[in-house]
T-cell receptor, first 115, second 113 residues
Framework: GDSVTQMEGPVTLSEEAFLTINCTYT??????LFWYVQYPGEGLQLLLK?????DKGSNKGFEATYRKETTSFHLEKGSVQVSDSAVYFC??????????????FGQGTILTVHP | NAGVMQNPRHLVRRRGQEARLRCSPM?????VYWYRQLPEEGLKFMVY????????ESGMPKERFSAEFPKEGPSILRIQQVVRGDSAAYFC???????????FGQGTRLTVV
């Protein structure tokens, strides 16, 4: 079945450092890929998405490119802020193009940014 | 526009009792998804419902678990005769159509003692 693997956490960075969180997937067909973020005490929020190969999703300075050849969707940000501290989840949807709500999630990566 | 509302936020049940978790989707949303997050694991899909219909229950345990989304009122995830292994965070998400962003609630943390 489908699966998503994220880099092990937690990740601790200083403010303004470069961020990469690796994500690779296994899926049949042509899944859509997502990054969700969960701030303390809140529900998951969609951060960005890409629905086909070579698409780049971007939001709030975060970017990720759908790489079908390497089955990857790594999350990057050039300069992190303390307010980016959260748990980040990579996910895919492979419901035959009928639903973006049925998702397969990675295990999540805790990011802590220090001033 | 209020977000997805889940209640209660925390629920404690003794082994053998029933747990009822409620999810009110965002206004105008008719698609609801339930997920379970066990400790140290990612979220796992359980069930996808539209009003009065179960669309996909491929992630639901075969016994003790059921879900409904009636014409009126919230979606309910029901766990009968809870066991310690049911202790987890349960998240609900909703969307206004299939190919649309799913918005998540804050979750219900179930503890079975």
């Amino acid at each position: 079945g489908d699966s998503v693997t994220q880099m092990e956490g937690p990740v601790t960075l200083s403010e303004e450092a470069f961020l990469t969180i690796n994500c690779t997937y296994t899926a049949t067909g042509y899944p859509s890929l997502f990054w969700y973020v969960q701030y303390p005490g809140e529900g998951l929020q969609l951060l960005l998405k890409a629905t086909k190969a070579d698409d780049k999703g971007s939001n709030k300075g975060f970017e990720a490119t759908y790489r079908k050849e390497t089955t990857s969707f790594h999350l990057e940000k050039g300069s992190v802020q303390v307010s980016d501290s959260a748990v980040y989840f990579c996910a895919l949807s492979n419901a035959g193009g009928t639903s973006y709500g049925k998702l397969t999630f990675g295990q999540g990566t805790i990011l802590t940014v220090h001033p | 526009n209020a977000g997805v509302m889940q209640n209660p936020r925390h629920l404690v049940r003794r082994r053998g009792q029933e747990a009822r978790l409620r999810c009110s989707p965002m206004k105008g949303h008719s698609h609801v998804y339930w997920y379970r997050q066990l400790p140290e694991e990612g979220l796992k899909f359980m069930v996808y419902l539209q009003k009065e219909n179960i669309i996909d229950e491929s992630g639901m345990p075969k016994e003790r678990f059921s879900a409904e989304f009636p014409k009126e009122g919230p979606s309910i995830l029901r766990i009968q005769q809870v066991v310690r292994g049911d202790s987890a965070a349960y998240f609900c998400a909703s969307s206004d159509r299939g190919l649309a962003e799913a918005f998540f609630g804050q979750g219900t943390r179930l503890t079975v003692v």
